[in-house]
Nanobody, 114 residues
Framework: QVRLVERGGGLVEPGGSLRLSCAASGSIVSRATVGWYRQAPGKQREMVAVVTSGGTTNYTDSVKGRFTISRDHARNTLYLQMNSLKPEDTAVYYC????????WGQGTQVTVSS
């Protein structure tokens, strides 16, 4: 069983920044592909950024150049640094990994509004 706990969501003005963190059980952050997804009201859940065990990253086009995914292997924690936030980034953000099956965190709300 893999446990993922997100923190760091909140309300921020357009152009602002937030950093999300995802504390994972075991050493899953180093051993598996891990990533961030988001789901806005009335929309399907979408991939935001993922990083493989080898360190290859992939971002959805709408966040390229603004968001950065990173890992702290010692802390077994995944991060998502979000800069230049836009209202359309408003969503619940979920930490995700696949280790024999899908595992999801509980989600953290990010609201970008003035």
């Amino acid at each position: 069983q893999v446990r993922l706990v997100e923190r760091g969501g909140g309300l921020v003005e357009p152009g602002g920044s937030l950093r999300l963190s995802c504390a994972a059980s075991g050493s899953i952050v180093s051993r598996a592909t891990v990533g961030w997804y988001r789901q806005a009201p009335g929309k399907q859940r979408e991939m935001v950024a993922v990083v493989t065990s080898g360190g290859t990253t992939n971002y959805t086009d709408s966040v390229k150049g603004r968001f950065t995914i990173s890992r702290d292997h010692a802390r077994n924690t995944l991060y998502l640094q979000m800069n230049s936030l836009k209202p359309e980034d408003t969503a619940v953000y979920y930490c995700y990994t696949y280790w024999r099956c899908d595992f999801w965190g509980q989600g953290t709300q990010v609201t970008v509004s003035s």
